[in-house]
């Protein structure tokens, strides 16, 4: 499962990398991947407009291990095409793996489904980029509506 995750986002960069216009890398702490890179691209041409983003996040603390992979599409709305309102919505899969849990299964693997209504501060011809969201998130654990995130990185 893992090799197909990573091969999944290699395909995704390099393909968003050849063929869109508007890309950006960030780090986000906070939002769906709770401590992530990530790469954002817009699917037209246009600076705002429909776009993705995936990203990778791993904890190892203890022996306790987290892998993270958030997934989604967003929207971008501008007037001025440097303030944006974004707008999103995607997946996450977790992996958890522990040594510490005395039982047959010490790994857990699942997602969760999480929104995104936040402001964007990019540049039209590049340089630093920075998010502030509220990522409500759900899954069979129920629904956090009151969780975000800030992110810091750079618009190509």
């Keep these: 499962m893992k090799k197909i995750i990573c091969l999944f986002t290699i395909i995704f960069c390099i393909s968003q990398f050849a063929f869109a216009q508007a890309k950006s890398v960030f780090f986000e702490l906070g939002g769906p991947g709770l401590a992530s890179m990530n790469f954002d691209t817009r699917f037209t041409k ?32 501008s007037k001025n095409q440097r303030n944006y309102f974004e707008i999103g919505g995607g997946i996450t899969i977790v992996n958890y793996n522990s040594d510490y849990i005395y039982s047959d299964d010490d790994t857990f693997t699942g997602t969760f489904g ?43």
Excluded at 47 to 70: A, C, K, S, W
Excluded at 127 to 140: D, L, S
Aim: aromatic share 18%; net charge positive.
């Design 114 to 156: 999480h929104l995104n209504f936040g402001y964007r501060l990019q540049p039209k011809e590049g340089g630093f980029m920075f998010r502030a969201a509220i990522t409500p998130v759900f899954g069979k654990g129920g629904f956090i509506p009151y969780y975000g995130g800030v992110s810091f990185g750079y618009k190509f």
């Design 46 to 77: 246009s600076e705002g407009g429909i776009g993705g983003r995936v990203g990778i996040g791993y904890f190892n603390i203890d022996d306790e291990q987290l892998l993270t992979i958030p997934i989604g599409i967003n929207y971008l709305l």
